[in-house]
């Protein structure tokens, strides 16, 4: 039945009980018939068209879920926008980007490009290292990103040691210059040579000569040398006379 208030006719009805009521009302169904009940929030009543993509706290997700699009004001200053503790949208800058905090301005660029020529204030990112007090690889496969690895008194772990193969053989050297020795140990780190016959052994580059301006550091018979070289940089060695027996010991 309808109530005159003001002169006008309003419709009443029993929400609670449709039934019961003796008028006509308009009700809100979803695609199933379903009745769209409301909501009181602070003493306001919402109806409750919104279930879609809302999920409670720590729900489970699912294939499927629909969420609502979550929009952000530009602010180019990157000014607050409003006072502590008051509700406020995500701002972005004139370009998009998300504005966040950072322990610099997220504006600049702290990358460069290869061979890209330096400049007074680059800004750059603080590089870490792993402490790793056996060495050895931390990443599962050849061409794996890894990072930098130091022991356990601070210093950053280098190749200074041998960690793959030691090779050690003789070799014959006469008056003519020869690589010490022919074919290098795979990714050597270091080399000794041992002169093992009587006489004098000059070692070298490939121009090195047992006299002259070119003559090589000079080993005698029992004299022996370590050197810091690996397997790209080939090391000559000449005698004083033919048949001279060179000991080698590569590690890598």
């Known amino acids: 039945?309808?109530?005159?208030?003001?002169?006008?006719?309003?419709?009443?009805?029993?929400?609670?009980?449709?039934?019961?009521?003796?008028?006509?009302?308009?009700?809100?169904?979803?695609?199933?018939?379903?009745?769209?009940?409301?909501?009181?929030?602070?003493?306001?009543?919402?109806?409750?068209?919104?279930?879609?993509?809302?999920?409670?706290?720590d729900s489970a997700h699912t294939s499927g879920d629909q969420l609502h699009g979550i929009a952000a004001v530009r602010n180019d200053a990157g000014t607050a926008l409003a006072g502590d503790g008051d509700y406020i949208p995500l701002t972005v800058d004139a370009t998009g980007k998300l504005w966040t905090a950072a322990?610099?301005?997220?504006?600049q660029d702290f990358t460069h490009a290869e061979d890209s020529a330096s400049a007074s204030g680059d800004i750059g990112a603080l590089m870490l290292a792993v402490r790793n007090d056996v060495a050895g690889s931390q990443v599962s496969a050849d061409g794996d990103y890894a990072w930098l690895q130091q022991n356990k008194k601070?210093?950053?772990?280098?190749?200074?040691?041998?960690?793959?193969?030691?090779?050690?053989?003789?070799?014959?050297?006469?008056?003519?210059?020869?690589?010490?020795p022919a074919a290098p140990l795979a990714n050597r780190e270091s080399i000794m040579i041992?002169?093992?016959?009587?006489?004098?052994?000059?070692?070298?580059?490939?121009?090195?000569?047992?006299?002259?301006?070119?003559?090589?550091?000079?080993?005698?018979?029992?004299?022996?040398?370590?050197l810091d070289i690996s397997d790209d940089v080939d090391v000559y060695g000449i005698a004083d006379a033919a048949g001279k027996d060179v000991a080698l010991l590569e590690v890598a």
Do not use: H
């Open 1 to 57: 039945m309808g109530i005159v208030a003001g002169g006008k006719t309003q419709i009443a009805a029993n929400t609670a009980a449709i039934s019961s009521g003796d008028n006509i009302a308009a009700y809100l169904l979803d695609s199933a018939g379903n009745l769209i009940a409301s909501t009181d929030i602070g003493g306001t009543k919402y109806l409750n068209v919104f279930s879609v993509g809302t999920y409670a706290e």
């Open 103 to 107: 322990s610099f301005p997220s504006t």
């Open 154 to 180: 601070g210093s950053l772990r280098v190749s200074s040691k041998a960690e793959t193969a030691i090779l050690q053989q003789v070799v014959t050297v006469g008056t003519t210059a020869v690589a010490l």
């Open 194 to 226: 041992q002169m093992l016959s009587g006489g004098q052994l000059y070692i070298g580059s490939a121009t090195v000569t047992s006299s002259g301006a070119t003559r090589g550091i000079r080993l005698g018979n029992g004299g022996f040398v370590n």
